[in-house]
């Protein structure tokens, strides 16, 4: 991948970005797709030779390794089959014959682990800033996590396989997740998002409000379902007086504010709370389960109940995709945002006021 707008003269080491792609790698832990890749980026171009970025764009290359016969094999078993919850039928339908079968092609979760080297990039320049991205597991099936602070989720979500800071809940959903596996099925679940220290004014007001932007980041991602921020869809029952978020002054005479039903953005801008956004991650589609289909070639109708390889949820991975493309788009607000402020070059007090602590 090609990962422009790098400023120059930092450190991003190799090690930086690989940090990040050994939280999405497949074949650790029990909860992943056996699929053995290594993952090993070669950051091709972009570093000086004391591994300092130049301005220019970083060239990034992951190499796919694990592409054995056997595997291959069981992919070319179905290829005249239209996948249940695979993109196999809309792929006849836009490329026809021509469709890469093989491993899902473009359809398939590899190709997120792009996305998570473009994003400890991201993640890097935001950290300069004081910017955090996370996101963890709250929902797997009908457990649900308790809620819990930044600090927390922060101090606790890499605990577990599953990525739930409320670890009892963690136990018990990676058990659920187990018992599902055996049954050859997949289990759905729901992330939240949070950008913390995130300065107020960021986004822009029409039509790419920071919630917009987000928003297409992350439907972007494969297995996505939806998106909320702050309360989200639970507004359909809520009165103005409870919904809005009141501000209150700061010892530091700074603005902020007592909830944050808003999920951090207001008219599309930033205000300085955390951005707080709940995803909804599909259960994974290939299931051992025997499934009605359609064979594409003869029009007839077929069962179907895969071999091939698969995560059993999509929860213990999908995180650090989520993280990536987040923090991607909140740097390209950022950029905006940084430039927009020098020439409109407002009054100081305004300024002061966007600064995060
Ligand atoms: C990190 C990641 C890993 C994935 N692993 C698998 C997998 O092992 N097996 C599978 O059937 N789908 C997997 N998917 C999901 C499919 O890529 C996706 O559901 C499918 O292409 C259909 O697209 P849609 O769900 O966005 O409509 C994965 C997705 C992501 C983001």
Same mark, same amino acid.
């Given at each position: 991948m090609i990962v422009d707008g790098v400023p120059p003269g930092m450190k991003i080491t190799k090690e930086i970005i690989q940090a990040e792609l050994d939280k999405r790698k497949p074949g650790v832990g029990k909860l992943n797709s056996p699929r053995k890749e290594t993952d090993q980026c070669e950051?091709?171009?972009?570093?000086?030779?004391? *591994?300092?970025?130049?301005g220019a764009p970083l060239g990034i290359m992951i190499y796919n390794v694990d592409t054995q016969k056997v595997h291959i094999d069981q992919y070319r078993d179905y290829k005249d089959l239209f996948r249940p919850g695979h993109a196999t039928y809309p792929f006849f339908l836009k490329y026809g014959d021509s469709q890469d079968w093989c491993g899902a092609g &473009? /359809? /398939? *979760? &590899?190709?997120s682990v792009t996305r998570v080297a473009a994003g400890a990039v991201a993640k890097h320049i935001l950290a300069r800033e004081g910017i955090d991205v996370i996101a963890y597991t709250v929902q797997c099936m009908d457990i649900k996590a308790k809620e819990v602070s930044y600090d927390e989720a922060k101090r606790n979500y890499r605990k577990n396989e599953i990525n739930c800071p409320d670890l009892e809940a963690a136990q018990k959903m990676e058990e659920r997740v187990m018992e599902i596996k055996k049954e050859g099925d997949t289990a759905g679940g729901i992330i939240e998002l949070r950008i913390h220290n995130i300065p107020g004014g960021l986004g822009e007001p029409v039509f790419d409000k920071l919630s917009a932007t987000l928003s297409h980041a992350i439907m972007g991602i494969g297995a996505v379902k939806g998106v909320e921020f702050g309360v989200g869809f639970k507004?359909?029952?809520?009165?103005g007086s409870e919904f809005n978020d009141q501000p209150y002054l700061t010892d530091k005479g700074k603005i902020r504010f007592k909830t944050n039903n808003c999920g951090g953005t207001l008219g599309g801008l930033s205000i300085g709370e955390d951005i707080v956004m709940r995803i909804a991650v599909k259960p994974t589609p290939t299931v051992s389960v025997k499934q009605k289909t359609v064979n594409m070639k003869t029009m007839k109708e077929e069962k179907l109940d895969p071999v091939t390889r698969r995560d059993p949820t999509l929860l213990a991975r999908i995180y650090v995709v989520a993280e990536a493309m987040a923090a991607c788009a909140v740097l390209d607000a950022l950029y905006l945002a940084k430039a927009y402020d020098g020439l409109a070059k407002l009054d100081e007090k305004w300024m002061k006021l966007k600064e995060n602590d």
């Amino acid at each position: 991948m090609i990962v422009d707008g790098v400023p120059p003269g930092m450190k991003i080491t190799k090690e930086i970005i690989q940090a990040e792609l050994d939280k999405r790698k497949p074949g650790v832990g029990k909860l992943n797709s056996p699929r053995k890749e290594t993952d090993q980026c070669e950051v091709f171009a972009g570093l000086g030779q004391d *591994g300092v970025t130049t301005g220019a764009p970083l060239g990034i290359m992951i190499y796919n390794v694990d592409t054995q016969k056997v595997h291959i094999d069981q992919y070319r078993d179905y290829k005249d089959l239209f996948r249940p919850g695979h993109a196999t039928y809309p792929f006849f339908l836009k490329y026809g014959d021509s469709q890469d079968w093989c491993g899902a092609g &473009r /359809s /398939s *979760g &590899r190709e997120s682990v792009t996305r998570v080297a473009a994003g400890a990039v991201a993640k890097h320049i935001l950290a300069r800033e004081g910017i955090d991205v996370i996101a963890y597991t709250v929902q797997c099936m009908d457990i649900k996590a308790k809620e819990v602070s930044y600090d927390e989720a922060k101090r606790n979500y890499r605990k577990n396989e599953i990525n739930c800071p409320d670890l009892e809940a963690a136990q018990k959903m990676e058990e659920r997740v187990m018992e599902i596996k055996k049954e050859g099925d997949t289990a759905g679940g729901i992330i939240e998002l949070r950008i913390h220290n995130i300065p107020g004014g960021l986004g822009e007001p029409v039509f790419d409000k920071l919630s917009a932007t987000l928003s297409h980041a992350i439907m972007g991602i494969g297995a996505v379902k939806g998106v909320e921020f702050g309360v989200g869809f639970k507004c359909g029952n809520m009165k103005g007086s409870e919904f809005n978020d009141q501000p209150y002054l700061t010892d530091k005479g700074k603005i902020r504010f007592k909830t944050n039903n808003c999920g951090g953005t207001l008219g599309g801008l930033s205000i300085g709370e955390d951005i707080v956004m709940r995803i909804a991650v599909k259960p994974t589609p290939t299931v051992s389960v025997k499934q009605k289909t359609v064979n594409m070639k003869t029009m007839k109708e077929e069962k179907l109940d895969p071999v091939t390889r698969r995560d059993p949820t999509l929860l213990a991975r999908i995180y650090v995709v989520a993280e990536a493309m987040a923090a991607c788009a909140v740097l390209d607000a950022l950029y905006l945002a940084k430039a927009y402020d020098g020439l409109a070059k407002l009054d100081e007090k305004w300024m002061k006021l966007k600064e995060n602590d």
